[in-house]
C-alpha cells in the first residue's frame, strides 16, 4: 500500500473497519491455527522477505480470546461490534478490550493475515469452514 494511502488509513478510526481473515485456518482443540502465506514477489525485498519467512512460524497458535476475535473477523463486523463481542464473551477478564483489539488486528495485518476491505488489496479465499480440521 502506498505511502499516501497509509497516511488516509491512519486517520481512520480503527474501531470501525471490518477487517476479514485473507489466510487459511484450522481448529485445533478449540483453538484456532493460522496458516502464515508465503509472501508475493514484489521485486527486491522479496528474497529477505522469504528468508524471515522462513525463519518464522509456519502456523500461529491463537489463544482463546484470539480464536474467538478470529472467528469473528469476517469483513461484516466492526473491531467495536468485536469489541462488543469479546466483553460479552469474556467479560472483565478481557479489558483492556479496545487496545488488545486494535494491536491485534494491526498485528494481524502487518503478517497480511487479515486485509481491510476499502483499503488493501482484498485476496478472494474459499469460506472459511474449508479450512477448518
Do not use: Y
Not at 486517520?11 to 485445533?28: S, Y
Not at 512460524?57 to 462488543?84: C, I, K, M, T
Amino acid at each position: 500500500m502506498g505511502a499516501k494511502k497509509e497516511a488516509a488509513l491512519a486517520a481512520v478510526n480503527l474501531l470501525d473497519l471490518c477487517p476479514t481473515r485473507a489466510a487459511r485456518w484450522d481448529e485445533v482443540a478449540g483453538r484456532v491455527v493460522v496458516r502464515r502465506p508465503p509472501p508475493g514477489w514484489r521485486g527486491i525485498a522479496t528474497p529477505l522477505e522469504w528468508l524471515a519467512h522462513l525463519m518464522a512460524p509456519s502456523r500461529l497458535r491463537l489463544d482463546a480470546l484470539g480464536s474467538f476475535a478470529w472467528r469473528q473477523l469476517d469483513g461484516e463486523h466492526s473491531v467495536r461490534d468485536l469489541g462488543d463481542a469479546v466483553r460479552q464473551e469474556f467479560g472483565e477478564g478481557a479489558e483492556p478490550v479496545e487496545e488488545r483489539l486494535g494491536k491485534f488486528v494491526r498485528d494481524l495485518r502487518r503478517e497480511r493475515l487479515v486485509v481491510f476491505p476499502g483499503w488493501d488489496d482484498v485476496r478472494q479465499i474459499p469460506d472459511a469452514s474449508a479450512f477448518e480440521g
